[in-house]
């Protein structure tokens, strides 16, 4: 990709993500299609706890309402203008109340990566 990409709020779409469709939902906004380094996209968290462990390493930006990372026993409570850095292989839990986040994520095809190894 050679050009500037506009992501507009009044477009973007958001689905599913975990196992409660009302309480978390993500908009996809960079994939490989896009970059050949980096993933990003928009999340939000309400009254629920998403258990995963990431196969990449992200950047998490709050942006609005409460966002919590549990981390075994460790929560990281966070508020608008926060930034968390989650190194490859963290076993975690995504967490908040009425939040949304922006998050970075590299590498972009971790999918890809992890079905080869």
Same mark, same amino acid.
């Given at each position: 990709?050679?050009? #500037? #990409? ?6 973007? %779409? *958001? ?14 906004? #960079?994939?490989? &299609? ?5 993933? %990003? ?5 309400? $009254?629920?706890? +998403?258990?995963?462990? #990431?196969?990449?390493? &992200?950047? +998490? ?5 409460? *966002?919590?990372?549990?981390?075994? &026993?460790?929560? *990281?409570?966070?508020?608008?203008? $926060?930034? =968390? ?5 963290? %076993?975690?839990?995504? &967490?908040?109340?009425? %939040?949304?986040? *922006?998050?970075? =994520? $590299?590498?972009? $095809?971790?999918?890809?990566?992890? +079905?080869?190894?």
């Amino acid at each position: 990709m050679t050009s #500037v #990409v506009h992501f507009k709020k009044s477009d973007r %779409a *958001f689905e599913t993500y975990g196992d409660d469709p009302k309480r978390a939902t993500i908009s996809r906004l #960079v994939g490989p &299609e896009l970059s050949k380094t980096m993933g %990003a996209g928009i999340a939000r968290f309400d $009254d629920c706890s +998403i258990a995963w462990t #990431v196969l990449y390493d &992200e950047l +998490i930006v709050t942006l609005e309402g409460k *966002f919590q990372l549990r981390v075994g &026993e460790q929560v *990281f409570d966070t508020v608008p203008g $926060d930034v =968390l850095w989650v190194p490859k292989g963290t %076993a975690l839990a995504y &967490e908040g109340e009425g %939040a949304t986040v *922006f998050y970075a =994520l $590299d590498p972009v $095809d971790w999918r890809t990566r992890e +079905i080869k190894a």
